[in-house]
């Protein structure tokens, strides 16, 4: 019997399975639609140079759409909630509460386009090892940029549902610039939307400041030329701010992960004009004036970028 038994196992010939790598942009995408798509709560860290912050985020989708609320843990109380791509955040001032209306972008954990074919042209994606976050195993994803005009990240997508877990934002040593990265996260069945409102103090008073912002507003005078690669306009509006004589545009362009904010505003009698270059962790300014006018771009990018943007516009 013992010799049937080897015989058998010289004479059979051996099948080795390689399994097939994973798909990194598969991964990406499976990250993007959950971070829209499930309901979950959780603790997460956000860490940019010396500035740490815990925040608390509830977030669903139900057949009411996609709601989320986030509540900075640390230091001055402050609160976000989303719909959709609508955001008002409540932050106190005083003895008020200042209500202010913004869109979102970005926002951990749906840092990631939904169209996962934008990333492309502008990043290589890699597969790495698996490493427990928050006590759930997360697949790691690199993304390397294919030029110089943006960061690298690493990723971190919860095997089993997709959730992005930790993101990493790096420089071209590697070092770490940015980190975002949950302590404790759970999936939530369905409920109600009881919680779903600010912590309200009904010893202040609340107050909206209404941004002003006119959308879609026609460039008067001036246009942006060639942009850096990858990069596109996303949205341009025109709004009055406080302490300004006349309305400032704002345009913001992205390469599906970085974003770069470019501001063009008329100088004022008598005011100091702003020109040169400075940065502040991973977020690089370049100012300028032209024609009269003072142009500023800011955005987590390398220094080249927010450059080369800024030198783009041009005055009739």
Known sequence: ????????????????????????????????????????????????????????????????????????LDGTPREMLSQGGDVVIFSSKNEKVIMEKRRAHNLFPAVLPED????????????????????????????????????????????????????????????????MAFSQVNMMEEQGMDWFHPNVDHNKHYILEEANAQPAQDASGWTVGALPAGYRKVEQVTRLVPGKTAPVTQVIFTDGLASVSLFIEPLSKGTRPKIGQTSKGATHFYANVSKGYQILVVGEVPAATVAQIGSAVSFK
């Open 1 to 72: 019997m013992k010799r049937f038994l080897l015989a058998f196992l010289l004479a059979s010939p051996f099948v080795v399975v390689h399994a097939e790598p994973e798909d990194p942009w598969l991964v990406l995408q499976k990250a993007a639609s959950a971070a829209h798509d499930l309901s979950y709560k959780g603790v997460f860290i956000y860490q940019s140079g010396d500035n740490i912050k815990s925040v608390q985020i509830t977030h669903t989708n139900s057949g009411q759409g996609e709601y989320a609320r986030m509540v900075v």
């Open 116 to 179: 996962i074919e934008r990333l492309k042209a502008s990043y290589q994606a890699r597969v790495g090892g698996t490493e427990r976050i928050a006590g759930r195993d997360g697949r790691i994803v690199f993304l390397d940029p294919r030029d110089s005009l943006r960061y690298a990240y690493k990723f971190w997508a919860d095997r089993e549902y997709g959730l992005l877990l930790k993101s990493l934002m790096l420089n071209d040593q590697k070092q770490m610039l940015e980190q």
